[in-house]
């Protein structure tokens, strides 16, 4: 039963937050978008889905994840949150 409901809070958390598509930028390095849905979702979930994204592209690609830049936008509760990931696959 525990674990039903912590499947199902995982669940509903991972609904609040949307994540766009790789794209490649014109300095050469790639970028992720991830935006909160709902403004109860915390500015750490709303990077950890941008950095997961960032991760699993990277590694399709049998390469490791190099960060270059997180930006972040938004106050929770009073505006939509969204983080802005730049990396390179190396």
């Known amino acids: ?15 609040c937050t949307s994540v ?6 014109q300095d050469g390095h ?3 978008t991830s935006r909160a849905r709902w403004d109860i979702v915390s500015w750490n979930h709303v990077r950890s ?15 490791e994840l190099h960060t270059v ?8 509760g009073v505006t939509t949150q969204s983080v802005e990931v730049i990396f390179d696959c190396i």
């Open 30 to 32: 790639l970028s992720v």
């Open 1 to 15: 039963m525990k674990g039903g409901i912590l499947l199902l809070g995982l669940g509903m958390l991972t609904a």
């Open 69 to 76: 830049e997180v930006h972040s936008e938004g106050l929770r």
């Open 49 to 63: 889905a941008g950095m997961k994204e960032a991760e699993a592209y990277c590694h399709k690609r049998k390469k």
């Open 20 to 25: 766009t598509g790789i794209n490649s930028r």
